[in-house]
């Protein structure tokens, strides 16, 4: 089970952008399609984006054409850029394994990034 540990969140204007990432603290992340995913309080974890090996990747629609991910399997870890942030964006993000073809998460939460966008 892949561990993963998110980071460089923060308050941004709505308009901005921001990139947070999260590293595996063991296991490659190579084998698997990766995915973000983010919650507010009192909801459900809702699937932001995800990507397999050098593909496109797949995206909710409320962030696309705004937000790209990424992935470095060497380095273990995986991107989220954000641009053209809205208030509707603020939550806690988090990264895990994901089934591209549900869009689920498959893996444990780690404690994930705050994301905090102002209007």
């Known amino acids: 089970q892949v561990q993963m540990t998110e980071s460089g969140g923060g308050l941004v204007q709505a308009g901005g952008s921001l990139t947070i990432s999260c590293v595996s603290s063991g296991r490659t992340i190579s084998p698997y399609a990766m995915g973000w995913f983010r919650q507010v309080p009192g909801k459900e974890y809702e699937f932001v984006a995800g990507m397999w090996q050098g593909d496109s990747g797949l995206y909710a629609d409320s962030v696309k054409g705004r937000f790209t991910n990424s992935r470095d399997n060497g380095m273990k870890t995986l991107y989220l850029q954000m641009n053209d942030l809205e208030p509707a964006d603020t939550a806690v993000y988090y990264c895990?394994?994901?089934?591209?073809?549900?869009?689920?998460?498959?893996?444990?939460w780690g404690r994930g990034t705050q994301v905090a966008v102002s209007s």
């Open positions: 895990n394994t994901v089934s591209l073809a549900t869009r689920r998460p498959l893996g444990s």
